[in-house]
């Protein structure tokens, strides 16, 4: 699994456009490096995956809310496991 991608991979991975991507850059969302030359960018894959976490979160709270009720139920009764 590569660690960085590039602004195509990166913009495909989220499912937006490079535009946007910019923008999350810009905002602080996602970092950046430089990439392989002087004009192309590498974004971190952790930050690509979070961003893409917090928008799943977003779009389907309470299927997110029930898992982790879920997980918090089985972490706090190790009977139930």
């Given at each position: 699994?590569?660690?960085?991608?590039?602004?195509?991979?990166?913009?495909?991975?989220?499912?937006?456009?490079?535009?946007?991507?910019?923008?999350?850059v810009?905002?602080?969302?996602?970092?950046?490096?430089?990439?392989?030359?002087?004009?192309?960018?590498?974004?971190?894959?952790?930050?690509?995956?979070?961003?893409?976490q917090?928008?799943t979160?977003?779009?389907?709270?309470?299927?997110?809310?029930?898992?982790?009720?879920?997980?918090?139920?089985?972490?706090?009764?190790?009977?139930?496991?």
């Amino acid at each position: 699994m590569k660690i960085h991608l590039t602004a195509t991979e990166a913009a495909d991975f989220l499912n937006i456009s490079k535009a946007t991507l910019y923008a999350y850059v810009s905002r602080g969302l996602i970092r950046s490096e430089d990439g392989i030359n002087q004009r192309s960018r590498a974004y971190h894959r952790f930050d690509l995956e979070r961003l893409k976490q917090r928008k799943t979160i977003r779009q389907h709270p309470s299927a997110e809310m029930s898992s982790a009720l879920h997980w918090a139920v089985l972490s706090w009764n190790p009977t139930l496991r």
